[in-house]
């Protein structure tokens, strides 16, 4: 019996001194708010929704593209057997404009024996427009294209504060976790180091005659189960730590480990933290959130699109008319009788008979336009749905809170009392260890309720977009 007493008041100090070893480390704060500005910062997929943005801002760029200027310039060379047949040279400028218009202007040159005899010998310069009466006069490929690219650019930004919510939704429930899995460590460690106090008293008060053996042996056993639970909790631990890793990055680019020294903030992790209304955050959701906002870009561009597939069903007539100078632009002149006596004009006109294929496409497009709004209202009444749910949860979870730690308070003043009582000598240790393991239980379930407190209030600022 002297030998087990010897091992448990032994392993007792033991786990006094590891005990007293850790605290005199200086430990690292992590606060959530630090954690999550780093994932912001480093994490792959933040960046990558980043490029995203800019996928689309260099799309814009492609868009306008179609509306550079055009030179230009090509000539036409023909000798044969030594006789000169021709030599043709033309050069153009085309400038297209954003209202469907296509400005113009360029010079013509023709010499030879054999030149083509609807073209003026010698050089001749124009100034001309080219438009479209019918189809692509409200909008054309080009200016639907532009302008689907402002909205896609706009768009991107929606996906991309969509993606990072998302991110960040992931990363800051795994931080509650691991802030919860240190807290239950951490208040085992302490009842831990308790039991190892009270056992060593009990050895003491035995080898004095004072208590019995029941009483050392009830008190290595109360000892030993918070040592089960401690190396249970570290365990988890662990586990959280490794899966709170994932989302730690360096700005390199490379993953890390978080190193043991780092703790997070137990302070942020037992506050209160107060719920937005509930009105509040629903206004919230259908003016700002990304997922409703993209996909109000997407009906612009889908209703963009559907304005194209109705001009397709228009006859195509391109009006051209050009003004005509010779030798490049030096008579060039806009009055009347120089217009009516040097001009090119042209129109052409061209319309499928059936236009089964344009119909068919504006009917697809209308048909998707459709499709958008189903899918918005549902993404609506979804994104409404989780708010409330999770925000009826936070309160829920706020109410148990506050009730366990009423009943903390009453089991704690129990305990105080029977502590007393025992070290009269008017209690025993099985009814102290009864009722410090229901302070313990509160302890446990004041973790577990703040965590979900915690991960509720997070899905709700999640469902708003507000991460």
Not at 78 to 84: A, E, L
Not at 283 to 300: A, F
Not at 420 to 444: A, I, W
Request: hydrophobic share 40%; aromatic share 10%.
């Amino acid at each position: 019996m002297r030998s087990f007493l010897n091992f448990t008041f032994l392993t007792g100090l033991l786990l006094l001194e590891a005990m007293a070893g850790a605290s005199a480390q200086t430990p690292r704060i992590l606060s959530a708010d630090a954690y999550i500005n780093y994932v912001k910062l480093f994490h792959p997929l933040a960046k990558q929704a980043g490029l995203r943005v800019e996928r689309a801002d260099a799309g814009l760029l492609a868009a306008r593209g179609a509306f550079d200027p055009v030179v230009t310039w090509d000539r036409n060379d023909k000798v044969f057997d030594g006789t000169p047949y021709y030599r043709y040279e033309d050069g153009e400028l085309k400038i297209p404009t954003i209202t469907g218009v296509t400005l113009k202007a360029g010079y013509d040159k023709a010499n030879g024996n054999s030149i083509n005899p609807e073209l003026t010998r010698g050089a001749a310069g124009y100034v001309g427009v080219e438009m479209p009466l019918l189809k692509d006069l409200v909008v054309n490929k080009q200016r639907a294209t532009l302008q689907q690219a402002k909205i896609f650019l706009q768009q991107s930004e929606q996906e991309r504060r969509k993606q990072v919510n998302d991110l960040l939704l992931d990363a800051q429930m795994a931080y509650w976790q691991w802030a919860a899995s240190w807290q239950l460590a951490n208040t085992y460690g302490n009842y831990a180091v308790l039991a190892a106090k009270r056992l060593s008293l009990v050895k003491t008060g035995f080898t004095a005659g004072d208590r019995s053996v029941a009483d050392t042996i009830e008190a290595f056993s109360q000892y030993q189960y918070y040592e089960a639970l401690r190396k249970e909790a570290g365990i988890a631990l662990n586990n959280s730590t490794y899966e709170l890793s994932v989302y730690l990055w360096d700005e390199k680019e490379q993953p890390y480990f978080l190193p043991a020294d780092y703790i997070p903030d137990a302070v942020a992790f037992g506050n209160a933290y107060p719920l937005p209304s509930l009105d509040s955050l629903e206004t919230t959701i259908s003016n700002t959130h990304p997922e409703l906002l993209s996909y109000r870009s997407k009906q612009e561009i889908l209703s963009i699109d559907q304005k194209l597939k109705w001009q397709e069903m228009l006859p195509a007539v391109t009006l051209k008319a050009n003004l005509l100078s010779k030798d490049y632009f030096q008579k060039l002149s806009v009055s009347t009788p120089y217009i009516e006596n040097n001009y090119k004009l042209g129109v052409s006109i061209k319309t499928p008979l059936f236009l089964r294929q344009s119909r068919g496409a504006y009917r697809e497009a209308k048909l998707k336009l459709k499709e958008n709004t189903l899918l918005q209202q549902n993404k609506a009444w979804e994104l409404q749905n989780k708010l409330r749910r999770y925000h009826q949860e936070a309160s829920l979870y706020q109410e148990q809170i506050r009730t366990i730690q009423t009943m903390r308070q009453s089991y704690q003043s129990l305990f105080s009392l029977e502590q007393m009582k025992f070290s009269q000598g008017e209690s025993s240790l099985f009814l102290l260890n009864s009722r410090e393991n229901k302070v313990l239980e509160t302890d446990q379930k004041l973790v577990e309720l703040q965590m979900k407190l915690l991960k509720a209030v997070t899905q709700v600022k999640w469902v708003a977009a507000l991460l």
